[in-house]
Nanobody
Framework: QVQLVESGGGLVQAGDSLRLSCAASGASFSSYVMGWFRQGPGKEREFVAYIKVSTGITDYRDSVKGRFTISRDNAKNTVYLQMNSLRPEDTALYYC????????????????WGQGTQVTVSS
């Protein structure tokens, strides 16, 4: 059973940066696909980014391309989401999630989830 521990959320102003972290405690980190999703108030959960740990292949939703970067530190079993040029519309509860092997942008494909970390961006 994989466990995910998130950190790094906070309150920032538009244009600022944050880095979110997600530490995975399960076995076989290299076999994982790690994803970030977010859910704003009154909105559906949406895909933000994923990384296939073994290869470093990534993908992002269009609205964060060029601003957010997902990365991993295999020695620490940790995935990061570097968020630059934050906008008020980025305000959401951000979740780390994981699945094995196969890349996906669909939240229902990810069986394991962290607790969420709040990101609030003021204008």
């Amino acid at each position: 059973q994989v466990q995910l521990v998130e950190s790094g959320g906070g309150l920032v102003q538009a244009g600022d940066s944050l880095r979110l972290s997600c530490a995975a405690s399960g076995a076989s980190f290299s076999s994982y696909v790690m994803g970030w999703f977010r859910q704003g108030p009154g909105k559906e959960r949406e895909f933000v980014a994923y990384i296939k740990v073994s290869t470093g292949i990534t993908d992002y939703r269009d609205s964060v391309k060029g601003r957010f970067t997902i990365s991993r530190d295999n020695a620490k079993n940790t995935v990061y989401l570097q968020m630059n040029s934050l906008r008020p519309e980025d305000t959401a509860l951000y979740y780390c999630a994981t699945r094995r092997l196969v890349i996906s942008t669909r939240s229902n494909d990810y069986p394991y989830w962290g607790q969420g970390t709040q990101v609030t961006v003021s204008s």
